[in-house]
């Protein structure tokens, strides 16, 4: 049984910390921080604390961070309320998130202030002990290329426009921590040069872009690919595209669904043998469906089928996902076989790096939050703390 007094003892497990695999090992929680991890034969007799003992062949991992989510459990971002934040917050330690970026999508200017305004307040006052902890708010659109809308709302899509960003950026508290935008549109740069200046991660996503256009985003401060393959141009022989300049440039990190649906192992695999652990980030992607059954949703405004957990527009468009970060883990390693630390590094390490938190998230480690998940036997997520409070055990 495990109190409320945050003083928790958890131990017989695989330790996964700072690359390094400790067996037997045992992880000390007090007041919402990892405060000692080590070999349980070495642990000295202290304070009475509260016990959890796991079977040898469970592994202890850093929460994952999701740094594009849209929604679970039958809510959005783009709900704009509080209560859809509430549930997203308790939903995502079943699938192992701690902590995760609410993401927007393209719509009309005042349903996204709406969110904005909302994401932002809610931030500003949440108490994530024992829930997911919301980081920040990733910008997706508006301001893409049409031509690769994908389940953005054309009729809502406008150029980068950097005024009306500062006034968004105002709006949320100073919370957009990411933003999706499309280089090679007008004023596309320029955002991208005040993003870089001011700490915000600036990604190309749902965009045209050739490879000299990508380059000169990057050289603008562009450090981050949205949904690698997906709503992009492409690698061809005679133009690398934003897929093939991803691939050249360790500059970029990027993200990708390892659902098998957004992108075939086989690319999955072909990815990770030019990017590595440390260039690629796992995210979900995912909607409202996600939890839910097979049905017809809302995703900005838009009608969208969800059968099998593949989730389409009425014109067979890929319309998000409904994956969940544990399985995005599990599916890494099986199209891949890249190693658990490998995985651990696209799941929580990396994003934690971007979003300049690795001080304090994305391992397990001395002084760092408390953020852990128990994987069982086969690796499911098993139980879930964030900052030290039990937020799901199965």
Known sequence: MISKQNNILLKGF?????????DNGYIKIKNQKVVEVGKTEERTIEEAIDLVEFPSNFKAIPGFIDVHIHGVNGVDTMDGTKEALEIMTEAL??????????????????????ALINAGEFIT???SHGKAEILGIH????????????????????DPD????????????????LVTLAPERPGGLELIRYLKENGIIASIGHTDATYADVNEAIV???????????QMRGLHHREPGVVGTAFLRDELKAEIIVDGLHVCPEMVQLAFKQKRSEGLL?????????CMKNGKYDLGGQEVFVTNGKAVLENGTLAGSTLKMGCAVKNMLTFTECTLNEAIEMASVNPAKELKIYDCKGSIAQGKDADIVILDDHLEVFMTF?????AFKK
């Open 125 to 127: 006052k949440q108490r």
């Open 162 to 177: 950097l005024s009306l960003f500062k006034k968004w950026q105002v709006l949320s508290n100073g919370n957009i921590k």
């Open 93 to 114: 330690p079943k699938e192992g998130t701690t902590s995760f970026l609410v993401t927007t999508m393209t719509q009309e200017r005042e349903s996204i202030e709406k």
């Open 282 to 290: 796992l995210i979900t992607d995912s909607m409202r469906a996600k």
């Open 386 to 390: 964030c900052r030290g409070a039990l």
């Open 220 to 230: 603008a401060g562009a450090s981050h690919v949205t949904h690698l393959y997906n």
């Open 139 to 158: 910008l997706e659109g508006p301001f893409v290329n049409s031509k690769m809308a994908g389940a953005q709302p054309i009729q809502y899509i406008i």
């Open 14 to 22: 695989q330790v996964y910390t700072n690359g390094t695999i400790i």
